[in-house]
């Protein structure tokens, strides 16, 4: 098919990938050619004139939950792993940028001389432009994790979907991974979601998908071609609505 045929099938997404996502084969940090290969998927998504939103988690840096448990605040914990997306949404900006991509990045909370402070519409108007709008700091409170960011910022921008990056093709009744008679789900209903536990979001994040009417599609963002895939209407990973 020609390029010029292929057709999006939304005009704006808000696509959620993991802080893990970022670390490659290492087991710590950034993988700057895993950064270069997510900014040349977002890349051929942007050329099809597709809007796209990025909230980025921060698990490859610091996991508070984890350090809650040996004393540390989970205020305190959480506020660092605020901090941590920062510094993984400025790592993305700079492969998307090296891409030649224009990249605005808002935090949830104030960084001046560093990135933005959120603002609803100054992120549209940015969208609007033309530039990937990385959103960082979760939701800029504790206790709220970086899926509930997802979800809240793409209610807020008024994106078509959200889309929850992965390392497994979709959502399974189980862990593929430790369970491989697990089955998929091509489709789900988000009172399915809920009433089976399966392990998607978070609740607070289901719920504001569910009860704002956002669909959600879980891929596989390791898989090459899949965020294109999805885009461009294939019937990739399990869509949720």
Sequence with gaps: MAADSVKPIYRRVLLKMSGEALIGEGQFGIDPSVLDSFAESIKAVTSLGVQVGVVIGGGNLFRGAALSTAGLGRVTGDHMGMLATVMNALAMRDALVRAGIPTWIMSAIPMSGIVDHYDRRKAVHRLEEGHVVIFSAGTGNPFFTTDSAASLRGIEIDADVVLKATKVDGVYSADPVKHPDAEFYPRLTYNQVIEQGLEV?????????R????????FNIAKPGSLYSVITGHDEGTLIE
């Design 211 to 218: 009860d704002q009417g956002m669909p959600l599609r879980v």
């Design 201 to 209: 979001m978070d609740l607070t994040a289901i719920c504001l998908c």
